[in-house]
């Protein structure tokens, strides 16, 4: 059960447990939402406030904090995650936080996957309104995401790159000729860098080399799924990186590598 929801949500993240499904009337909008619980915990290893490391059971868990998160529309219906996040306390330091998903931002009730669908929409011709109604938000959240996103996508000064880069690709809009778009972002805080309209690798090794060298040589790590063109790359521009594949698919490559095996009797 807890592989078809990930699938059916396309979340990625191994700690939560699902518990509970049910289509009910929201109580805001008086209208029928598809509502799943669930939990997320799972063993920190150090703390956050002290740097303590979990190593002889100082940081204890302490309760929980549930949020109810929107998620894209599911069936036709508005979907919302009760997610009841896991609370630690260290012993050292007496901190509490909160344990934290990509699925959504710290501090945040509108999933990731909520907010890239939105920004999805800004190339079309919709209203902020009607953007707002498919994606369950109020019209300033659309504002708010369009506006973060035109600021993370323009253009950075060519002398200056994070150390730890992630390379990715999605499909691309309408208006360019590529099928699937290249996207780069800072590994540590996650923050977008740029988009480039093909991920074809001569075109990336032509995008970077407008980065001066000394810019590319702090790069320390970049992590990269398992297309074969982004390690030439990676070895072109990037002299001082190491190459990190992502263990998703590392993981899905094994598995489907052991389905293709013949069984023995």
């Given at each position: 059960?807890k592989?078809?929801?990930?699938?059916?949500?396309q979340?990625k993240?191994?700690?939560?447990?699902?518990?509970?499904?049910?289509?009910e009337?929201?109580k805001?909008?008086?209208?029928?939402?598809?509502f799943?619980?669930?939990?997320?915990?799972?063993?920190?290893?150090?703390?956050?406030?002290?740097?303590?490391?979990?190593?002889?059971?100082?940081?204890?868990k302490?309760?929980?904090?549930t949020?109810?998160?929107?998620?894209?529309?599911?069936?036709?219906?508005?979907?919302?995650?009760?997610?009841?996040?896991?609370?630690?306390?260290?012993?050292?330091?007496?901190?509490?936080?909160?344990?934290?998903?990509?699925?959504?931002?710290?501090?945040?009730?509108?999933?990731?996957?909520t907010?890239?669908?939105?920004?999805?929409?800004?190339?079309?011709?919709?209203?902020?309104?009607?953007?707002?109604?498919?994606?369950?938000?109020?019209?300033?959240?659309?504002?708010?995401?369009?506006?973060?996103t035109?600021?993370?996508?323009?253009?950075?000064?060519?002398?200056?790159?994070p150390?730890?880069?992630?390379?990715?690709?999605?499909?691309?809009?309408?208006?360019?000729?590529?099928?699937?778009?290249?996207?780069f972002?800072d590994?540590?805080?996650?923050?977008?860098?740029?988009?480039v309209?093909?991920?074809?690798?001569?075109?990336?090794?032509?995008?970077?080399?407008r980065?001066?060298?000394?810019?590319r040589?702090?790069?320390?790590?970049?992590?990269?799924?398992?297309?074969?063109?982004?390690?030439?790359?990676?070895?072109?521009?990037?002299?001082?990186?190491?190459?990190?594949?992502?263990?998703?698919?590392?993981?899905?490559?094994?598995?489907?590598?052991?389905n293709?095996?013949?069984?023995?009797?």
């Amino acid at each position: 059960m807890k592989h078809f929801i990930l699938s059916l949500l396309q979340i990625k993240e191994d700690n939560i447990d699902f518990t509970h499904t049910s289509v009910e009337e929201n109580k805001h909008k008086g209208i029928k939402s598809l509502f799943i619980t669930a939990k997320l915990t799972y063993d920190p290893t150090y703390c956050p406030a002290c740097g303590c490391i979990n190593a002889d059971f100082s940081i204890v868990k302490n309760g929980t904090r549930t949020s109810r998160i929107t998620l894209p529309h599911l069936s036709g219906l508005p979907a919302f995650l009760k997610l009841a996040k896991q609370r630690y306390l260290c012993k050292h330091c007496q901190h509490s936080f909160t344990a934290e998903t990509p699925i959504v931002e710290k501090h945040c009730h509108i999933s990731t996957r909520t907010r890239q669908w939105i920004a999805h929409q800004c190339d079309q011709r919709l209203t902020e309104q009607y953007i707002s109604e498919m994606a369950s938000v109020s019209t300033t959240t659309v504002r708010r995401v369009i506006h973060q996103t035109a600021q993370a996508i323009q253009q950075r000064p060519v002398d200056a790159l994070p150390p730890h880069l992630s390379f990715d690709e999605f499909k691309s809009v309408k208006s360019v000729n590529a099928a699937m778009s290249f996207i780069f972002c800072d590994t540590v805080s996650h923050r977008v860098i740029d988009i480039v309209e093909d991920r074809k690798r001569s075109g990336l090794i032509q995008y970077f080399l407008r980065y001066n060298q000394s810019a590319r040589q702090q790069v320390k790590t970049v992590t990269i799924d398992m297309y074969s063109p982004y390690i030439n790359v990676i070895q072109t521009c990037f002299p001082n990186a190491k190459i990190i594949i992502d263990k998703f698919h590392l993981v899905q490559a094994l598995h489907r590598e052991v389905n293709r095996t013949p069984s023995r009797s």
